[in-house]
Antibody, heavy 123, light 108 residues
Framework: EVQLVQSGAEVKKPGESLKISCKGSGYSFTSYWIGWVRQMPGKGLEWMGIIYPGDSDTRYSPSFQGQVTISADKSISTAYLQWSSLKASDTAMYYC????????????????WGQGTMVTVSS | SYELTQPPSVSVSPGQTARITCSADALPKQYAYWYQQKPGQAPVLVIYKDSERPSGIPERFSGSSSGTTVTLTISGVQAEDEADYYCQSADSSGTSWVFGGGTKLTVL
């Protein structure tokens, strides 16, 4: 079964660092882009950035450039999203999503989604 | 920054047709994709490349494109279609993705 499984919920304090993960299985992890999407409580989806695990080519939304770091370890089929210093405004659900994994015709579409990781930042 | 514009809400009665629009300058040059998100769940792809429907998505879901606007149409709306719907596309360079603000579909 093709799936993306994310790490569990996190509760952190402002200023702390955090790295959440997204593990792919059931497909060739290095051959498809993996994106990260933020959803703040009660709000819409926001595209944060994307990585191609095969060569670690990474692109960021201008809104998130410099605020987070996206990386991948292809040896363990896992993508990461990390913060060096969290803020209360980082409180949100974070989804990873793969592009065109189920069908090559879906290229550009996020067709496989992780279950989401809830990050709560509070003092 | 590049933006996709959707109406915040659309309301229809069961059996009627719902149309949700998404507008942006680059849409004539870039494909659009549509997602359905129900409370507490991850989004699900319902339309890709403007008008194609993935297997497993009911035939009542369709997509179309005209100029700078793409439209998601749900024919014969059912109560289970009540959800938030998001369009997604790329900017004119094709290197940056963006989601629309989302449309809450209410089935009266």
């Amino acid at each position: 079964e093709v799936q993306l499984v994310q790490s569990g919920a996190e509760v952190k304090k402002p200023g702390e660092s955090l790295k959440i993960s997204c593990k792919g299985s059931g497909y060739s992890f290095t051959s498809y882009w993996i994106g990260w999407v933020r959803q703040m409580p009660g709000k819409g989806l926001e595209w944060m950035g994307i990585i191609y695990p095969g060569d670690s080519d990474t692109r960021y939304s201008p809104s998130f450039q410099g605020q987070v770091t996206i990386s991948a370890d292809k040896s363990i089929s896992t993508a990461y999203l990390q913060w060096s210093s969290l803020k209360a405004s980082d409180t949100a659900m974070y989804y990873c999503a793969g592009q065109g994994i189920r069908d090559l015709r879906f290229v550009g579409a996020f067709d496989i989604w992780g279950q989401g990781t809830m990050v709560t930042v509070s003092s | 920054s590049y933006e996709l514009t959707q109406p915040p809400s659309v309301s229809v009665s069961p059996g009627q047709t719902a149309r949700i629009t998404c507008s942006a300058d680059a849409l004539p040059k870039q494909y659009a994709y549509w997602y359905q998100q129900k409370p507490g769940q991850a989004p699900v792809l319902v339309i890709y490349k403007d008008s194609e429907r993935p297997s497993g998505i009911p035939e009542r879901f369709s997509g179309s494109s005209s100029g700078t606007t793409v439209t998601l149409t749900i024919s014969g709306v059912q109560a289970e279609d009540e959800a938030d719907y998001y369009c997604q596309s790329a900017d004119s360079s094709g290197t940056s993705w963006v989601f629309g603000g989302g449309t809450k579909l209410t089935v009266l």
